[in-house]
Every structure is written in structure tokens, then in C-alpha cells.
């Protein structure tokens, strides 16, 4: 049962699905406003229906495009449009013709081909009159081809109870799974002729008009596009008619815009006007933030110098004070050579008691650091073998796997392991792939430190090893792909020697606390020998004088 959705809940819907079509396809460029969600409601309305298609004239810049590939997204529809470049012609949009038709008509899928108006031509568009029509297109097939291609339509066919051809069940399919949108410029001169010489698109297509945007629309665009730059930071300045600044803008911008010809006057021209302006406000702020700081550099370093002359004349009235206690000090050196004395005498003894001291420390680190490599003597071989193991992985193994559509569980268990180990939580598909692309991805694993790895990250990898403990079995693993069976090692040794090194670890903070003493105690040894020479020094100086 279908109900109404307010603009509130459907603003999160569309939101939502941006971010998800922004994590696995690109960044949308795209504002919320009220035309955009009538848009995306009426494209929606359209491709959900069996065999829905779509013909949306309007302006360029008006959002048709990245309403359709949004909503097939969130539906889960896969995209097709004609990768167009100077070679292009018919016998290439054949070919694309036959991969969408093989998609929803062999496979079943549903499929969104976009065409806009720049991509086709006439001869273009009757081909696709006839797919809108019948659901395919004469002699776009050989016998030669078709025999083959039907073959696995013979059971789905028999299991529909479908009496005709297969090349008619095929047909249905595709008029069925394959969804049509043409982008087409209404101002253009060949549009009326395109849409009178091809009945399909009036039949077959849902024809949505989006010439552009309201007024109180376009009002609202610039607050949303140019809110961080400043926009209403003149609230509170008033125009000569009592405006706002932020209003007097808005308005500023309105006129501009409606200023050009109706051919000048797109949505995308108005968006672009938008952006300009943005820039050029950038670089302008930036230009007088960058004087403002200049000025207040040579300020502060006037205030500055300023400071240093008072400091100097403070500082010579304290030397001539200095001068006089220096003479007095010169008397009361000669009584602290007794005192000097005694205490390098004391110096002496602490030395002796230091170098004790440091003997004993050095035992107990000898004893700590047997103990730390009697742990680490079993499991770090184990990592070192995991490791080259590793980096005997081939690269073609990798690239094998990186070409798989989807993964089997094994192989994804596995790198889901690897990447959580190497603190990489995004563990799409996608995620996968990427990191397996990288440069030096082979070096990067075997050169990873185990001590990266939090408990946190342990105890998830260690939940992910005992529920899916038949990924990471060698023979299971190797079987999926030559690769993983090293990296499913190379996860269980990591995971292994994070837990000895988190038991080891009160043996090494011992050790590092041992050293740091031992450190110390040299340091102290060092300090008294020098104060030592320098007493000695200073005795014979105050002698002399």
C-alpha cells in the first residue's frame, strides 16, 4: 500500500542516497530544493514500472541526468550510456545497443539506458523508436547470432508458459527490464522534427517537461551554494530599499540572470554564473586577508621592537648593579673553596655508589631481555614466514582477483581480515579492489608492524577468524585463489603475535624502564665527573686569585 511521504522524510530519502551513490560511484554536484524533488519523484514514478521509460525535454542544467542515475541507483539499476568520442557512429551504438538489450533481455537485469540529445543522431533515434516499440530492433542480430544467444531462454521461456518464438520472449524481456531515458534539449531546432518522425517516444515514453526553475527556487540557490562564502554575512546591512545585504544580492543575481536571452537564460548557465562568482569572491578575500596580515606583521614587528629597546635599558641598569655584586662575590669565593672541597668529596662517594648501582641494572636487563626473546622465539618465525610468503604472491594473482565482479566468501573473508588488521575499515568491494590496485601493496603488508594492532582491532579479527574459520583453512583458501592462502597466513601469524606482544608487553616496559635508569645513571655519572673537573678548575682559579 503506497502513502505520502512530506518533503522532510523525502529530503533524508534522496540524501541518503546521494551518500551512498557518492561512496561507490562519484561526488553528486547537486542542490535540495523543491524542483529537484519533483524531479526525482516523477523519474522514480517512471522507472519503477515494468518497461518504464522516459523522455525529459527541458534546459540544460535543470538536474535530469543526475536524477535518473540517482534514482536507478537507490533502486539498484544498473546504468548504461554511450561512451561518445570521435569515432562513434552507428556501428558502434549497435554494439552498445546489443550489451543493454543482452543485460535485460539474456540476464534479466534491469537496465537504464541515458541517452541526451548530444550523443545521438537521427539514425540513432530510429533504432531506438523500434526498441521502445517492439523491444528490439531489426536486423540488429544475424540468424548466426541469435541461435546461440536464445539458447538459455529456452527453460525461463517454457517455465513462463510463453507459446511464441524465443526471439519474441526475448523481446518481451527486454521491453520489460529495459528503461529508456532520452535527455533532450526542447529549444533545440531538431526536437519537434526528432519527436514527430519517432511515434514511439510518445507512446512508449513518459514525456516530463523541466524547462527550469522557479523564481523562489533560484532565490534559494545562492544561501545554499554560497552560505560558507559570506552570503549572509550582511544581514545586518541594509540596502537603499531596506533590504537585507544577503536579499540585495539575491536579487542582484536574479536580475543578471534574467537579464540574458531566453538561449543564455539555462539553469546550467545560471549555476555556472553561481560558481563564478564564488571563485572570484575567493580570490578576492584571499587577496585582502593576505594585505591584512601583512599589515599585522609589520605592526607586531614595530611592537616588538619597541619592547627590545625598553628590555635594553632595563637591562643595562641591572648590569651596573651586577658590576658591584660581582666585586663583592670575588671576596666570598675565597671562603667557598673549603666548601668546594667537601662537596667533591662527597661527589666522589655518590659516583662510587652509582657505578654499583649500574651494575646490578645491567643483570637484571640482561635477565628481561632472555625473557622477552624466549616468547618471541617461536611465533616470529612464523610471521617471517607469512610474510614471504607474501611477497612471493604474483602479480597477475592479483590483478585475477581484482577482476572478479563479485568475490567468493573466502577471498573476501580473507581481505576483509588483512584490511581491518591494517586499520582500513571500509571493506566494500569496492574498498577491496582499490587496495589491492595500489603500488607496493605487497611491500606495505609485509612490512606492517603488529604492534599497530589495537585490542580493538584484534578482538574484530578475531571474531571474524572464528566465525569464518573455514576461510582462513590453507587448503580451503588456496583452492579460492593461489593469493589468499598466503594472506589468510599472514593474518592468523599477525593475529598470533599481537597477542604475545601484548603479553610480552610488561616484560618490555620493564626492560625500557631498566634501560632508561641505566641511561640515567650514566647521564648522573657523566654530570658528577664534569662537576668534579670543574670544582677542580674553580679551586685553582680562586687560588690564583
Known sequence: MLGKLDQKDFKQVIAKGMKTYARENRELDI??????????????????????????????????????ALVAHMHNIQV???????????????????????????EG????????????????????????????????????????????LRDLASQDGFRGTLVSY??????????????????????????????????????QWMEGWNRESMAQI?????????LHSGEGTKGKDGKSGAEELVKNFLQIHESCSDKDAAPRRYMTFLKTYKQVYNEKKEGVVKRQQHLQAGVSKLTDAKAL?????????EQSQQLAEKQAEADAALREITASMQRASESKSEMETLKQKQGEESLKLEKRKKAIEIELSEIEPLVQEAKDAVGNIKPETLSEIRALRMPPDVIRDILEAVQRLMGIFDTSWVSMKSFLAKR????????????KITPEIRASVEELLEKNANSFDPK????????????????????KFSVVLEKIEPLENEQAQLEKNLAKSQQRLVKLGNALDKVDREVAEMRKR
Open 440 to 451: 607496493g601493496v605487497k611491500d606495505e603488508i609485509c612490512s606492517f608492524d603488529a604492534r
Open 31 to 68: 542542490l535540495l530544493f523543491r524542483e529537484v524533488f519533483d524531479n526525482v519523484a516523477r523519474v522514480d514514478r517512471v522507472l519503477t514500472k515494468p518497461g518504464g521509460s522516459l523522455l525529459m525535454a527541458g534546459r540544460s542544467g535543470v538536474g535530469r541526468r543526475t536524477a535518473a
Open 309 to 317: 629597546v625598553d628590555d635594553l635599558k632595563q637591562k643595562a641598569g
Open 109 to 152: 537485469e534491469q537496465v537504464v539506458l541515458i541517452l541526451e540529445d548530444h550523443q545521438v543522431d537521427g539514425s540513432f533515434l530510429e533504432l531506438i523508436n523500434s526498441l521502445l516499440s517492439a523491444g528490439e530492433v531489426p536486423g540488429l542480430y544475424t540468424p548466426e547470432e541469435l541461435e546461440p544467444l536464445l539458447g538459455p
Open 476 to 495: 580451503i583458501a588456496k583452492r579460492a585463489s593461489v593469493a589468499a592462502a598466503p594472506l589468510a597466513a599472514w593474518v592468523v601469524a599477525n593475529v
Open 80 to 106: 548504461f550510456t554511450p561512451k561518445v568520442s570521435r569515432g562513434y557512429g552507428l556501428k558502434q551504438f549497435r554494439t552498445d545497443l546489443k550489451t543493454v538489450m543482452q543485460l535485460s533481455g539474456i
Open 170 to 207: 526475448f523481446a518481451s524481456r527486454v521491453k520489460r527490464n529495459l528503461h529508456i531515458v532520452l535527455i533532450m534539449d526542447s529549444s533545440s531546432k531538431t526536437f519537434t522534427g526528432n519527436c514527430e518522425s519517432n511515434p514511439a517516444f510518445y507512446k512508449s515514453c513518459s514525456f
Open 222 to 230: 545562492p544561501g545554499m551554494l554560497l552560505a560558507d562564502e559570506g
